[in-house]
């Protein structure tokens, strides 16, 4: 800071872009009012179909979401410009005020060119006879201070200049397109976050030898506090690098390497872990030109060993581990699942042997609970199933033979699902028994591809219609534990994510069921039956009954589901019961007719899974009776009373007024009452002693699977206040009960409806 721009500082300008950014954030909250309760509350609501359902809605969303970001990015540089406003104009005063005291004493301060000043005493001819006593000689004293006072001025001027500057380069480059997300109070705050990622990388980038358990300790204090922060979160991974990056946790994590920290902190390198990786996945969602070149480098060395003290590690192993936790890059994550698949056929020949086994010396590399981290798919997964649009893309890939033969290749979902020879793993807690994360791994990540949303999660009103590519997924899923259950039984640890998913399936489950052509005209009234804003999967009946059926045999994806189509099954019943419903919207003009169909396969359905619950519960080891009850009553708090979001109803149902509003979720619908009787019987054990009493756990299953639909045919007719509400339950039990005995037919190789009773 120069002492002459400083002392003769004319503020008006910077005063001028405070006062208008104010202005502009004002705007812009008011932009961002409108863009929330309006473009998007209308959106959610609106009448999509077809493209409109599939594109426009989810752009409009993201469209809305930018006025958020613009605030909030106007919000940050207006916050940012007035403390350093005020700051300068504090330094200007103290500059000022320091040159008159100079005055006082007789000292002038001259600008010396190049930021440069002088400080000099006055002398005057008249003070030799001054009768004060003072001799005209300079006290220097005086001129130090004021010198060493100056100084401090401009330095500290320079300082909050400069990191004004820093931040605010750093908000704008956040993002390449759009705006940031970055979020702070003061100019302050941003600095400080600046400054703590270069002491952290510092410490990272010590040898493994000089990291002491201090360091460590503070590293991941450091990495806790600011690894969601972007300004943080990028600096840190610059100055680290991709090689750093890499090294550091394959030393850290390494107890033959770092043999103190390992002895005194082995319970919490899965916190730095998980600290870590949040900051990485944190710093990827930047797009300055420095990160851009990371990502593209971290990709490139994933076939490279680094910079191990014991060697042997490819940096997919190292890396993938990081990715378990936290939103990473979709783009970022998609070129690294290429690259990685490349990987993967040169160490097992195209799939044709193990590969990633780890030896009894070797590290482990994943410090927070399950698998070693040995093999770099287990952690990939894990990370792709918190990046939904990366993992649809990723399944939908090709798995290439060596020589690139298109003929040969099969989709990476057929390689690791069917094909590929998963490495034994053992447990990183170094418990009894194999890991079984890989393969949970890959379950968690197909929900998120198939779905849309992130693993765990449950869908919302954004969340956007199946689209083409993930209607696909589902279809091949489905066609391949049809051609081979054991692929899922066999592996059930898979099973809550397959239930899951299938739950947010159910028009495509029962459009399946129908077993009418999708060529014939009467598929025009199954489309009205159920509709489906998004894609149809277009599964076929024989495929989603062998689906289901092993889906049914573990506990909570028969939950998932039974729960999911009792609520599909009333929320139709409501849209087509509904006596306002155009005719044209109409699956027939005749009430029992469509009462008695959705009946049928709702009770189809449930058919399936009861059989695959039976299946289980006959097993010498099998999971019994009370376990399937546990898990529909847990899938209450899954849900959080959202019924509209257990069925995908905002993803998949239908366009009507129920939709985004969580549809049933209103304590009194007749949805919400069914599943307060579904959750009452599980917790009770209805089932059980039903079946207990009537000695037949298949007629247990039958007679309250037809209570379940009844409820549900009512209770919609009871909303219309229809004068027919007994008829309607007759026809539903009927329908119901048909449908549950030809679940069983169509397992046994049967025509459905070759039999009318159990």
Partial sequence: MDFNALYHANFKLLDDAVAD???LVKHLADLKKDAEDGLHKAATTADWAGVNAQVSKQFIGKTAGEFGDAHTQATTIHNILRDTRDELKSFHQQLTDAVSRGQKKNLTVIDAGGGKFTVMGNTRPDWSSDPSGNTGATNQKDVDDLRDEIQGILGKATESDNSAK????????????????????????????VKEADEMAKLAKKDPDDLSVAD??????????????????????????????LSFWANVSDSQVSWDINRERRDQLGELQKNLGLTLATATQSDTADMTEWKRHMVDIGDQEVGGKRGGLLGFQVMSNLMRVGDYDDDFMKQYGKSLMETERKMTGDGSHYAWQRMGPSPFLNHMKGDSGFDPLSGYLKGLSNNPDAATDFFNDDFLPKDGDRKHAVSNFKYLFEDRHWPHETNSDLSRGES?????????????AATGHPAGEIPTQDTAPHSKEQAKLFNAIVSSVGDDPERLTDHSVMSDSMGQIASEYLPDINRATTDVSRDSEDWKQIEKLYPIAGTDAEVGHRDVSKFLFAVGQDPKGYAAVEVGQQAYMSKLMEYH??????????FSQDQETTVKYIAQRSGEVSGVLGLGRQEEIAKPAGDKDHDFDYSVSQRKNAISGGVGTVVGVGTSFIATPWVGAAAGGAAGTATSMLLEHIYKDAEGHALEEAADEMGSRWQAGLEKNNEYVAMGAQGAAKQYHLGNVDDIGTWSREGARQGYINANDILQG???GSRTTS
Avoid at 439 to 444: D, E, G, K, V
Avoid at 577 to 586: K, V
């Fill in 21 to 23: 950014w104010s202005t």
């Fill in 166 to 193: 820093d931040v605010l380069t750093a908000i704008v480059d956040q993002s390449r397109m759009g705006f940031s997300d970055a979020s702070y109070q003061d100019r302050d705050t941003a600095a400080a976050a």
């Fill in 216 to 245: 460590f300790d503070r590293l991941n204090a450091g990495l806790e506090k600011y690894h969601d922060d972007p300004l943080f979160s990028e600096r840190f991974a610059k100055d680290l690098g991709p090689e750093k990056t």
């Fill in 436 to 448: 079984t994360d890989g393969r949970n791994n890959l379950a968690s990540a197909l929900e998120a």
């Fill in 577 to 586: 019961l509904d006596p306002d419903l155009p005719a044209d919207q109409r």
């Fill in 750 to 752: 049967q025509a459905p």
